[in-house]
């Protein structure tokens, strides 16, 4: 089993950055692709970043393409989450997840194993 633990949230104001961290403990983490979700209140949870097993393979939903950048560290077993121009509509908690596979998955249902999550809440 891999454990993960977020963090890096924070209240912050609409135009900055925050940058999520994401730890990942237990079995062999560097061939697991890896993928970063959020969900607002009253909303479905929905996928934000992914990133392959090698950091090689990149993808992003369009609401935070060039502005969120994904990347890992195997050496490290981290998944960073850069977020850069942060809006209010960005506001949700942020989870980490892994899948038992290299390729990119975009479905939460998809992934095999989830942080608790971290708030990330910007003001306008």
């Known amino acids: 089993q891999v454990q993960l633990v977020e963090s890096g949230g924070g209240t912050v104001q609409a135009g900055d950055s925050l940058r999520l961290s994401c730890a990942a403990s237990g079995r062999t983490f560097s061939d697991n692709a890896m993928g970063w979700f959020r969900q607002a209140p009253g909303k479905e949870r929905e996928f934000v970043a992914a990133?392959?097993?090698?950091?090689?393979?990149?993808a992003y939903a369009d609401s935070v393409k060039g502005r969120f950048t994904i990347s890992r560290d195997n050496a490290k077993n981290t998944v960073d989450l850069q977020m850069n121009s942060l809006k209010p509509e960005d506001t949700a908690v942020y989870y980490c997840?892994?899948?038992?596979?290299?390729?990119?998955?975009?479905?939460?249902?998809?992934?095999?194993?989830w942080g608790k999550g971290t708030q990330v809440t910007v003001s306008s």
């Open positions: 997840a892994g899948r038992w596979g290299t390729v990119i998955l975009t479905k939460p249902g998809g992934m095999n194993f």
């Open positions: 990133i392959n097993w090698s950091g090689t393979n990149t």
